[in-house]
């Protein structure tokens, strides 16, 4: 599998982003999906999965309310629509893909990694 990342930039705090990430080969729609970001010095944490089928997803805590995760199986790309963004949301986020279908936040349940798209939010 192989995933391709972008959509990221430079944005004032307030304005919206949509990333998009668009996975290779047939079995997209089994798999898993999910967004981690990470900033300069943290770890890698969350941002937003979902399911195999759409269906369930899961935030992580500093992004409920104003981030939005959905899939396309047509296109074989899951989306990160961003909103009020802040300058704490600043990062490199990479998306991932789980065999398993089953929403998960914990990072190293992902096989497959993107290579990741800068977010810069200016306050």
């Known amino acids: 599998v192989q995933l391709q990342a972008s959509g990221g930039g430079l944005v004032q705090a307030g304005a919206s982003l949509r990333l998009s990430c668009a996975a290779s080969?047939?079995?997209?729609?089994?798999?898993?999906m999910g967004w981690f970001r990470q900033a300069p010095g943290k770890e890698r944490d969350v941002v937003a999965v979902?399911?195999?089928?759409?269906?369930?997803?899961y935030y992580g805590e500093s992004v409920q309310g104003r981030f939005t995760i959905s899939r396309d199986g047509a296109k074989n790309t899951v989306y990160l629509q961003m909103n009020s963004l802040k300058a704490e949301d600043t990062a490199v986020y990479y998306c991932?893909?789980?065999?398993?279908?089953?929403?998960?936040?914990?990072?190293?349940?992902?096989?497959?990694w993107g290579q990741g798209t800068l977010v810069t939010v200016s306050s």
């Open positions: 991932a893909a789980r065999l398993n279908g089953l929403v998960t936040g914990e990072a190293s349940e992902y096989e497959w």
């Open positions: 080969g047939r079995t997209f729609s089994r798999y898993a």
């Open positions: 979902i399911n195999w089928s759409g269906g369930t997803t």
